[in-house]
């Protein structure tokens, strides 16, 4: 049960959303900006900065519904679920660019707190390809992230178990992005081919 009155049925960050519509536009404007407006780094590997750093803070919606907008947007085959969740355990060991593991060695460290992140670590990815805005953009997703978990988790917020739903939420986040998005609605079906999650 939530720590405070949150509006019943809505999961995650949804309720704490509801609640207070007047810090819901700036931080739906800033995701939006953050992981969908036009930049070098794909929307496929902004989710996944997104979905490492919930990951590293254990917050089981976030890293779930991120995990998911990220496997939707590389095509929503159950191999693309498979990707998310060995990234989530060791980046390292799976299979991405070299500049990705690099961004989230980076990711890492931000979650870990700033001052972990090192000139060897920036280096590391530019060496791999990294540009100043992609580490910049990069850090700044982390520590974003960084509160949006807290937000969420900091509120005891309802997180449902169930794959199918999450599934649903990444052909919607795809779909609708953050800002068009009917908050006080559970979840908004949204028609789709690709393959449903074999598990978050």
Request: aromatic content about 6%; overall charge negative.
């Amino acid at each position: 049960m939530a720590h405070i009155h949150l509006p019943e049925g809505l999961p995650g960050i949804r309720g704490p959303l509801v609640f207070s519509p007047d810090t819901t536009q700036p931080l739906c404007d800033l995701v939006e900006v953050l992981l969908r407006a036009p930049n070098s780094l794909t929307m496929a590997e902004r989710e996944m900065i997104a979905t490492y750093v919930s990951a590293k803070n254990d917050c089981y919606y976030c890293q779930t519904c991120h995990g998911s907008a990220a496997a939707q947007h590389l095509g929503g085959a159950p191999q693309d679920y498979e990707l998310i969740a060995q990234m989530k355990c060791n980046c390292e060991a799976a299979s991405l660019s070299d500049k990705m593991k690099a961004l989230l060695a980076i990711a890492g460290k931000v979650q870990k707190g700033g001052k972990h992140v090192t000139t060897e670590d920036v280096e590391r990815a530019r060496s791999h390809g990294a540009t100043d805005k992609e580490i910049h953009d990069t850090v700044l997703i982390a520590a974003a992230f960084c509160m949006f978990n807290r937000y969420v988790d900091g509120l005891d917020t309802w997180q449902p178990q169930d794959a199918e739903f999450y599934g649903e939420v990444g052909k919607q986040t795809v779909a609708l992005g953050y800002v068009a998005r009917d908050w006080k609605q559970p979840l908004q079906t949204v028609s789709s081919n690709r393959a449903a999650p074999a598990r978050p």
